[in-house]
């Protein structure tokens, strides 16, 4: 087993405290499997020395399903293709309050309202800033919202309404994007992206692994993720939907996910790493080896269009790894 290359990363992080270039990354990426578990403890012991030992849970709910008129090849609920989603209005007020209680009882910090559309037009800019000041009013939860594409005025609105941190991924490599979605470019995700750091609210963006990208395209994610400066950034393994362009990609293999939680925590030793949709398809069994992995968030629940296991299921998990969970005291 190469320990050479693994050993180097460990003094850059743990020693010099200084991020590996792409190019460590790249050697690391290539390691046979026999070294993943090692390549997991070193993401581990980076996630503690720079974030800590707690791990923020978030509940997330898609507040507008379905309809949307984007064409990403991986996402059942766009209205381009025939899936079992069907368009559905934007939930009311009650509805979005009472999803937030829940999310509250099991131990979350964070909550987050997710609309399936290309960006918010006048109409649901009003009605997300009146859910926004609703779960608030009724919770002690930080709010974030995924509602895409932003222009500025709609970005000062939302940072101006208390929402802390805006979801917008950029999924995957530059150079792939185009072979995902050809409905809108990679260039806008990114610019909305930085919009969201030049009004003060912190970015939330994810990739999602498993789409028929290359290795060295998922090192290029790499430093495209360290360009925007992300303060969380959601790991989503593809989940083939039915009636998607992509419903006959097979699934990630559990220890090459492994592999790709530790890479991205090396990549990115201080951020709020979750793990996220399509974990129970992908690692099965290694859940737990994934949090260990270099994880120090979770979705509890369900996602926006597939079931997630019970959150007291991820409690106990948490609970047999000695994981304490609270909210990192840097995001607040």
Known sequence: ??????????????????????????VLARLDDASVP?????????????????????GILS?????CPEDCHFCSQSARFET?????????????????????????????????????????????????????AATSLQVAVSAGILSRPQAEALAGAGVHRYNHNLETARSFFGEVVTTHTWEERFETCRLVRD????LCCGVLLG??????????????????????VPVNFLNPRPGTPFASRPLVEPLEAIRWIAL????????????????????????AL??????????????????????DEDLQMLSDLAMPVGALSKVL
């Not at 131990?107 to 009146?130: H, N």
């Open 211 to 232: 789409m028929g990208e290359t290795v060295d395209q998922r090192v290029e994610l790499l430093g495209q993720l360290r360009e925007v400066g992300p303060a969380e």
């Open 199 to 202: 009004v003060g609210m912190e």
């Open 264 to 287: 991205l925590r090396l990549a990115l030793p201080e951020v709020i790493l979750r793990l996220a949709g399509g974990r129970e398809v992908t690692l099965r069994e290694l859940q």
């Open 1 to 26: 087993m190469p320990r050479g290359p693994i050993d180097a990363a460990a003094v850059a992080l743990l020693d010099e405290r200084r991020p590996l270039t792409l190019e460590e990354l790249s």
């Open 84 to 136: 079992p989603v069907k368009a559905t209005p934007f939930l009311d007020v009650d509805g979005l309050v009472a999803a937030a209680r829940e999310t509250e009882q099991v131990g979350a910090s964070e909550f987050c309202i997710v609309l399936a559309i290309r960006g918010p037009d006048a109409r649901v800019m009003d009605q997300l800033l009146r859910a926004v000041d609703a779960v608030h």
């Open 63 to 67: 507040a507008k399903t379905g309809g």
């Open 38 to 58: 090692s390549l997991a403890a070193l993401g581990h012991e980076v996630r503690l020395a720079w974030c800590g030992p707690s791990v923020e849970l978030e």
């Open 290 to 311: 994934g949090m260990t992995a270099g994880i120090n968030a979770l979705i509890v629940g369900n996602y926006l269009t597939t079931l997630g296991r019970s959150p």
